[in-house]
């Protein structure tokens, strides 16, 4: 099994539909976090969590909101889709802790994602 | 927000080739990271540099952190066609970071052509 798993993997949706990305880890890291890509731009940061009970927005919080439900899942909602949320979701850990240390950022697989 | 200029945006290279990306930023990085994107995975770290002027390989790889702590680049020697993806470059610096964040490049398309 995947250390970060994310769910779905590629998920349709319509303009103004609520949709929760989820992700649940095996690594035991305290830190969580919700990047999107977009072609051209790298990875922007839209939520990180550095415990169950601390939560801070990214450079592009908003439309986005965040709930971490334990250590092991941290999920991504939109509440009202649009087209330009349309775009790949990667969620990552990270433990200061571990051998990588802060840097070493463990991504999952992406979940694709079509507002239309 | 800060910003990692990456470039090239893509390279469409044969097989053998080796191959050069950079990045470069107006603010100072005292980490710079390379990680590796593969069709349908997350990124997947490939190389981390913590010193001003640190070289440091990892196979066919070679990374250096630059001197003015602006830069880095990225070289990989005798591409294979198991090197396509898209190589991200990353920088973390806790003076302008909250919480010790990482700022993204926005990376460098390889396609090699066997």
Redesign the interface.
């Known amino acids: 099994d995947a250390d970060v798993t994310q769910t779905p993997r590629n998920r349709i949706t319509k303009t103004g539909k609520r949709i929760m990305l989820e992700c649940s880890q095996t690594k035991g890291h305290d830190r969580m976090y919700w990047y999107r890509q977009d072609p051209g731009l790298g990875l922007r940061l839209i939520y990180y969590s550095f415990d169950v009970k601390d939560i801070n927005k990214g450079e592009i919080s908003d439309g986005y909101s965040v709930s971490r439900q334990a250590q092991a899942k941290f999920s991504l909602s939109l509440e009202s889709a649009i087209p330009n949320q349309t775009a790949l979701y990667f969620c990552a850990t990270s433990d200061p802790a571990s051998g990588t240390g802060i840097y070493g950022y463990t991504f999952g697989s992406g979940t694709r994602l079509t507002v239309v | 927000?800060q910003q990692?200029n990456?470039s090239p945006?893509s390279m469409f290279i044969q097989e053998g080739e080796d191959v050069s990306m950079n990045c470069t930023s107006s603010s100072i990085f005292n980490?710079w990271?390379w990680y590796k994107q593969e069709p349908?995975?997350?990124?997947?770290?490939l190389i981390?540099l913590y010193k001003a002027g640190e070289l440091t390989s990892n196979g066919r790889l070679t990374a250096q952190f630059g001197i003015t702590r602006k830069d880095s680049f990225l070289n990989i020697s005798a591409s294979i066609p198991s090197d396509v993806g898209i190589y991200?470059c990353?920088g973390?610096t806790p003076s302008h970071n909250?919480?010790?964040?990482?700022t993204?490049?926005?990376?460098t398309r390889l396609m090699v052509k066997p």
């Open positions: 927000g990692l990456q945006q980490t990271l349908g995975e997350g990124p997947v770290l981390a991200f990353a973390y909250a919480g010790n964040m990482l993204f490049g926005g990376g």
